[in-house]
């Protein structure tokens, strides 16, 4: 980043105006001004105080996630499946059940148990229940961490996108770090990624696509400065008013975002409610770049421009999805996998259709599971409860141990860090208003993410559905974003309108640093309160009255 845009950090420019603005002037190659402000992006040089400042937050992220990450012993909550499950697959391609020796029947695809059975791989694997006991390819060690590593990693390098992206977003190191820093230490993030969930895989693939395409923004926005620059007149119809595309101008992050997005619906199917709320973003963004450039039509030749384009990271994430299945379309072993061990249920034997037959229809069947399942558990809660922090799941519980008091407590549960959860929904309510005030594109992209990651659950809601909330992970990072951004928004003055004189430095110098204050005793206050909480994020013992004083709802978190 340059000294210039380091001199923006503090202001968070989250609430520039990037729409059409009235303005004349020019700029350097016989761009207005205008037009080139609108089209700008981050600086893509590399920035050793950048870089810097992320590998600090990342630190912080890395050892609260890592530090004593084999406790508890044993399997904890769903663990007891997705462990079992990715030991299958590391050991026969499919997931198996040992016990009865044959296949399991389970019901999310296999990309994140692939990747919990990396670390068994790499560190060993261990059930009493079956009797297995497999050392480490890599190292021997406690066997808990061999399922429970790709979570850390998974989680780790979720708060390195969520800094970069939020540095991008906001072209402010400073807000981006402290994106990052509010998620490492949000209490939700930190339990997902010390279990053998699914959710923080899913969470990474979802927020390293929209990385992806906040990247294809930009790049896309260069190409047309470029094009500008040499004298591309976006007035003239068809081919003549667009810029020249050559492979190197393909847009190579829009289609990396179809992969991860394939990956992300390849751990779990909720990835496919970011589908059509990304393509959403690209074309409002393929449209707003056309319209700044002063295009005659800009949605006509957006949709058509990009179509193709959207169609063929489409392809890639079907593809990617269909490529995480191979242990099991290589297999003889899988469930539904052969027409002649399942018969009467529409399978076939024919060769490559025939599999792709039987993995339609085990698909099939998994989605009647889901969509029939209504067995009440004691930690189910709805989606309007999420954000409040209604129902946490309470992942380990013991009450043995010696504490120093006549009883004593070790607790998971999955939490959100309180100060945090509680500043969303105003977060949200201040977005919203403050992106329609100042037509941010920002606030939008943040705003249709948060909405693809919770709106389904209401709807699923009303059948009945059991639930719960680990199913708002993927929704998280953008949760935070929101907050920073309106952190970002105290912290610098409104834009100037047409008719409004711009405020004076005395102003913007003053606004900078009352909301500097307030975003620093916010982070503070949100580290306090993670560390009050800490001790029930990782199920470290304590007395019973200690627990108890952190049972804030009572009813509600026991």
């Not at 790049?219 to 050559?246: C, M, V, Y």
């Not at 693809?452 to 708002?472: E, I, Q, V």
Request: hydrophobic share 50%; proline share 6%.
């Amino acid at each position: 980043m340059t000294s210039a845009s380091t001199a923006q950090s503090a202001s968070g420019s989250a609430t520039e105006r990037t729409d059409d603005e009235p303005g004349t002037a020019t700029g350097g190659a016989g761009i207005p001004a205008v037009v080139r402000r609108r089209l700008a992006t981050v600086d893509a040089r590399l920035d050793g105080r950048a870089w810097l400042a992320t590998s600090v937050v990342v630190a912080i992220a890395a050892i609260l996630r890592f530090v004593g990450l084999s406790g508890p012993k044993g399997k904890i909550f769903d663990e007891i499946y997705y462990a079992r499950d990715a030991y299958g697959l590391i050991d026969r391609g499919v997931e198996w059940n040992y016990k009865d020796n044959g296949p399991s029947y389970v019901v999310h695809p296999p990309l994140g148990k692939w990747l919990i059975g990396l670390g068994e791989w790499a560190f060993g694997y261990q059930d009493a229940e079956t009797n297995i006991s497999v050392p480490g390819h890599l190292i021997t060690t406690a066997p808990e961490l061999g399922w429970r590593i790709a979570a850390a990693v998974a989680g780790t390098l979720s708060v390195l996108l969520l800094v970069r992206i939020g540095r991008r977003m906001f072209r402010s190191t400073t807000l981006g770090c402290a994106a990052g820093l509010l998620l490492a230490l949000d209490g939700f993030h930190l339990v997902l990624s010390r279990t053998a969930l699914l959710d923080i895989f899913l969470l990474l693939f979802v927020l390293a696509a929209f990385g992806a395409l906040v990247l294809d923004r930009d790049a896309r926005r260069r190409r047309w400065t470029r094009a500008l620059e040499a004298g591309l007149d976006p007035s003239r119809p068809g081919r003549a008013g667009r810029p020249p595309s050559t492979w190197r101008d393909w847009p190579w992050w829009r289609l990396l975002a179809g992969v991860l997005l394939g990956c992300a619906c390849a751990v779990k199917w909720s990835g496919l409610y970011f589908v059509p709320a990304f393509a959403l973003l690209v074309i409002l963004w393929e449209v707003g770049v056309r319209r700044s450039a002063g295009v005659r039509h800009p949605w006509r030749d957006a949709v058509l421009d990009e179509l193709p384009w959207l169609l063929a990271a489409g392809v890639l994430l079907v593809g990617t999805y269909v490529a995480t299945w191979s242990g099991w379309l290589l297999s003889d072993d899988g469930y539904f996998r052969l027409a002649s061990q399942y018969p009467n249920h529409g399978l076939s034997d024919a060769p490559v259709i025939g599999p792709l037959i039987n993995l339609f229809q085990y698909h099939r069947a998994a989605y009647g599971f889901h969509t029939h399942l209504e067995d009440p558990h004691k930690y189910q809660s709805w989606p309007w409860q999420w954000l409040l922090l209604g129902r946490p799941v309470a992942f380990y519980w013991s009450g043995e141990g010696s504490c120093g008091a006549p009883s004593c407590a070790s607790e998971i549960l999955l939490l959100g860090t309180p100060l945090l959860w509680w500043s969303f929904l105003p977060a949200l309510a201040a977005l919203a208003w403050l992106g329609l005030a100042r037509r941010d594109w920002r606030a939008g992209a943040i705003l249709v993410s948060v909405a693809a990651g919770l709106l389904p659950w209401f709807w699923f809601a009303l059948d009945g559905r059991t639930m719960f909330s680990f199913y708002t992970a993927p929704a998280v990072p953008f949760l935070v974003l929101a907050v920073v951004y309106v952190l970002g928004a105290i912290a610098s003055p409104a834009p100037a309108s047409a008719t409004a004189p711009p405020p004076s430095e005395q102003h913007v110098s003053d606004r900078r640093l009352v909301g500097g204050v307030v975003a620093g005793a916010y982070v503070l206050l949100v580290a306090l309160c993670f560390g009050y909480f800490y001790p029930i994020f990782v199920g470290r013992l304590m007395t019973y009255a200690e627990w108890s004083a952190r049972m804030w709802l009572d009813g509600r978190w026991i």
